[in-house]
């Protein structure tokens, strides 16, 4: 196993991510770390971000509207999308096990994990005022 190097901006970027709810997109992110590193480059940015999802330290969420976005929350849980206003937000709930069971009865294969996106419209965007 390949030991990683040390970097500043790696560290800053993971902890940008664990101080953030909002699940941010790479560019979001890119715009917290100019106020740290005025001369970090975007691309620097998204091979952190990569890297670290590859590593499992965070996920990256591909909620199907063309942007991936960042979680620090590794731990499986689901989310939902608002399909008006683009936001991603956790739901407090348990990971169904006998989903996964079913999920693999039927494939006829093993399965060790699943991503769930819930979508519609979030309470702001389906309030009394929209």
């Known amino acids: 196993m390949k030991i990683l190097k040390y970097s500043r901006q790696r560290e800053s970027i993971k902890s940008c991510l664990a101080g953030r709810t909002d699940h941010p997109t790479a560019d979001m992110i890119y715009t917290d770390?100019?106020?740290l590193f005025?001369?970090?480059s975007l691309g620097t940015?998204?091979?952190n971000l990569n890297l670290l999802s590859e590593l499992g330290?965070?996920?990256k969420l591909t909620c199907g509207d063309g942007k991936d976005r960042?979680?620090?929350n590794t731990a499986p849980h689901y989310h939902f999308v608002c399909r008006r206003c683009g936001a991603v937000t956790d739901l407090p709930l348990i990971p169904l096990a006998e989903l996964q069971a079913q999920a693999e009865k039927v494939s006829?294969?093993?399965?060790?994990s699943h991503t769930v996106y819930f979508y519609g419209s979030c309470a702001r965007c389906s309030g009394p005022s929209s």
């Not at 006829?108 to 060790?112: A, Q, R």
């Open 33 to 35: 770390m100019r106020e």
């Open 38 to 40: 005025p001369c970090i």
């Open 45 to 47: 940015v998204y091979r």
């Open 57 to 59: 330290e965070i996920q």
């Open 70 to 72: 960042f979680d620090w």
């Open 108 to 112: 006829g294969g093993s399965i060790d």
